[in-house]
């Protein structure tokens, strides 16, 4: 079992930036790939990017790509991720969860362990 807790969201003008916190506790976290993901009112859970298990390796949504960077610490049991030049469609509940599967972990199903989220908003 796996028990993560986001933090670090807030209200931000377009073009702001914020950083996001996961924090781990319980089962090795370093044995683990961890993906964020975000959900806008009324629709689907969307991928956002994933961190490898060495945090050697990243994977971004098309969306924000060169906009938001994923990063890890395993020592503190933490992932992170930094969002710049923030838009309005940014707008959303991010969630971090943790994978145990190998690959390109990219569809919700693909992961074993979810966080209860925080709120990101942007205004324009």
């Known amino acids: 079992q796996v028990q993560l807790v986001e933090s670090g969201g807030g209200s931000v003008q377009a073009g702001g930036s914020l950083r996001l916190s996961c924090a781990a506790a319980?089962?090795?976290?370093?044995?683990?790939?961890m993906g964020w993901f975000r959900q806008a009112p009324g629709k689907e859970r969307e991928f956002v990017g994933f961190?490898?298990?060495?945090?050697?390796?990243?994977y971004y949504a098309d969306s924000v790509k060169g906009r938001f960077t994923i990063s890890r610490e395993n020592a503190k049991n933490t992932v992170y991720l930094q969002m710049n030049t923030l838009e309005p469609a940014d707008t959303a509940v991010y969630y971090c969860?943790?994978?145990?599967?190998?690959?390109?972990?990219?569809?919700?199903?693909?992961?074993?362990?979810w966080g209860q989220g925080t709120q990101v908003t942007v205004s324009s």
């Open positions: 961190i490898s298990r060495s945090g050697g390796g990243t």
């Open positions: 969860a943790a994978s145990s599967r190998l690959g390109y972990p990219t569809g919700t199903d693909h992961y074993d362990y």
């Open positions: 319980g089962r090795t976290f370093s044995s683990y790939t």
